[in-house]
């Protein structure tokens, strides 16, 4: 029980210090990187978290332009809260759609209501009563715009939207 609270805490000071970084004029460091790679790194921070939680991946071969760091964080908070409001099993799923890449992350739950779609991402809102800080969607936000992207939800779908490499 120790060592699950010092992980839930570390992840919530992480949150703040990321959020706080951002929100001072962060510029993130970026670079290419698989998508798999990002996602398989943030399941594997979140393993005693999930347990025997049924996730599907598939982002195919995609790669993004972000910081790895900041990104990882993102995803960790995303597949967190899909396991702490949600109903498994959650699907992860990335593709490109334009000049844009698409990540979504989704659980089969009742989803946030439709009054609360916008708040669900200001800093402290929490829509639930399950256990948190109502930090880490702000967090999500925060990171996404720094890197000129956009995060929506829609029911228990949340979408992350990021600029795609421009091919020639």
Do not use: C
Not at 59 to 83: K, M, R, T
Not at 101 to 125: M, N, T
């Amino acid at each position: 029980a120790v060592v699950t609270e010092a992980r839930r805490l570390e992840r919530m000071l992480s949150n703040l210090l990321q959020l706080t970084r951002v929100e001072t004029g962060l510029v993130p460091q970026r670079e290419w990187v698989p998508l798999d790679e990002l996602v398989g790194a943030a399941l594997t921070r979140l393993e005693t978290v999930l347990g025997t939680t049924a996730i599907t991946v598939a982002v195919g071969e995609l790669e993004i332009e972000v910081d790895p760091v900041l990104f990882e964080l993102v995803l960790v908070n995303l597949i967190e809260n899909a396991v702490k409001h949600g109903t498994p099993p959650i699907a992860i799923t990335a593709a490109r759609r334009g000049d844009r890449i698409a990540i979504e992350i989704a659980d089969h739950g009742v989803g946030v209501a439709a009054a609360d779609r916008e708040r669900v991402f200001d800093k402290f809102y929490r829509a639930s009563t399950a256990p948190g800080a109502g930090l880490g969607l702000a967090v999500v936000r925060a990171i996404v715009v720094a890197h000129g992207g956009a995060a929506t939800v829609d029911g228990a779908r949340f979408t992350v939207e990021l600029p795609a490499a421009v091919t020639a």
